[in-house]
């Protein structure tokens, strides 16, 4: 790590940890060690992109909804998506880094956004299995993150969560009325649920023992629970819905166990969680370059807005 | 020229008539009647509030955490400002 803790004034750190022990939440002008600052940095900034890039999936469907009921939903959830990101890029600029700098970052590869949206969405059965699961698989996450110790964050994930579960809600609507229907209709479903089922597990993270991060951040309380922890919790909600309209979660290994109370799964393929975290997913060329492009797009739009209010300052400052 | 994405707004929300406003959030826009409309649809889209504040975040006067200590130290000494402090009569009602 860039930032090592022996550098930090051990009575400062002493103290820093005692508040978090204590539940005290840290605020932005609170003394905080660089390395906790960092690591916050790249959470919420990961946290933050992901919400925008996970725009992209279902973008992809509001021309081709099958409804104007579902594309209006569809719309309503890609405006929340969009908003979760703005709170979240809030939380993170109260670090001392601009919304600019973090963008730029995006850009240029240095900051990383949740590989699962670096999967296409090719048919309608996408958009329940990207809210039944994707979104499901993120609140787990998010709810623990209600008790992250840094302030800003942990009032984000709050704001969050109430508006997420109509998210998971639309998806496993969709899937269900998918599975109610035609042959073809219910097929559809099930691809869907083959495709999503791993890339959703592996929103995790790697395993406790893999994760370059987790010690240090459950330590600090950035994190309340481990991804192997907040795994287990989503497979076992899930499979039990996917079992309730017809599905079958894509695991022959996929069993109950009623000593430990929870569902047994196959290990997920690491390999293809890291070659898509490295660049190589089906889409991740495809999502930056779109990002990109939308925000080169819109420079006309902000320098026009700051022309304006520029030119009413000064009108203000004559009259 | 700078893209700087605008001006850092604080967005204060009250539930409804009557209620105190609360910090809900911050955004950013170039002027005030964008940071309203952005304030509306980044903060009110399910019926959170009945009126906004938005307040440029430049223009908030901040209390500091380091001299919090010292700062709030006149408040510690004057129990007698809490009714607990006050000895009734026994068999004293409604006070």
Same mark, same amino acid.
């Given at each position: 790590m860039a930032h090592e803790l022996e550098n930090e004034d051990p009575i400062k750190l002493a103290e820093f940890q005692a508040k978090i022990d204590a539940e005290i939440k840290i605020e932005p002008k609170d003394w905080m060690p660089e390395a906790y600052r960092q690591n916050l940095i790249r959470q919420i900034s990961q946290h933050a992109h992901s919400e925008v890039i996970g725009m992209q999936p279902e973008g992809n469907w509001v021309s081709r909804a099958p409804s104007l009921r579902s594309k209006k939903i569809l719309m309503a959830k890609i405006q929340d998506e969009a908003g979760h990101g703005l709170y979240l890029y809030c939380a993170a600029e109260t670090l001392g880094v601009s919304r600019d700098q973090y963008i730029q970052w995006l850009h240029e590869g240095k900051a990383k956004y949740a590989?699962? #949206?670096?999967? @296409?969405? @090719?048919?309608?059965?996408d958009m329940g299995a990207i809210g039944w699961l994707v979104d499901g698989a993120a609140i787990v996450n998010q709810v623990s993150l209600q008790r992250t110790s840094y302030g800003p964050y942990a009032r984000a994930m709050v704001r969050i969560c109430m508006e997420e579960s109509f998210h998971q809600r639309q998806g496993y609507e969709i899937m269900a009325r998918l599975m109610e229907g035609s042959e073809a209709q219910r097929k559809m479903a099930q691809d869907a649920l083959d495709r999503w089922w791993w890339p959703s597990l592996m929103m #995790?993270? @790697?395993?406790d023992s893999d994760s370059a991060h987790s010690s240090q951040s459950m330590k600090w309380k950035i994190?309340?629970?481990s991804n192997d922890d907040l795994r287990q919790q989503f497979i076992d909600k899930t499979i039990p819905q996917a079992e309730l309209i017809g599905l079958k979660v @894509?695991?022959?290994?996929?069993k109950w166990n009623a000593e430990t109370n929870h569902y047994e799964t196959s290990d997920i393929d690491w390999d293809e969680f890291w070659n898509v975290i490295k660049g190589n997913g089906p889409c991740n060329r495809h999502r930056l370059a779109h990002h990109i492009k939308a925000h080169k797009d819109g420079e006309w739009v902000r320098a026009a807005a700051q022309a304006f209010a520029m030119k009413q300052n000064n009108k203000l400052k004559i009259a | 020229m700078e893209d700087n994405q605008g001006t850092l707004w604080e967005v204060f929300i009250q539930p409804k008539a009557g209620r105190p406003y609360k910090h809900a959030g911050s955004l950013h826009a170039y002027d005030k009647s964008m940071a309203m409309e952005a304030a509306r649809d980044l903060y009110t889209r399910r019926g959170e509030g009945s009126a906004l504040w938005l307040v440029k975040a430049e223009d908030i006067v901040a209390s500091q955490p380091e001299d919090m200590e010292a700062f709030f130290?006149?408040?510690?000494?004057?129990?007698?400002?809490?009714?607990?402090f006050y000895t009734m009569p026994e068999g004293s009602k409604h006070i």
């Open positions: 590989s699962v #949206f670096n999967y @296409p969405s @090719p048919t309608w059965a #995790f993270g @790697p395993h994190k309340r629970e @894509p695991d022959e290994n996929a | 130290d006149p408040a510690n000494d004057k129990a007698y400002r809490h009714p607990t």
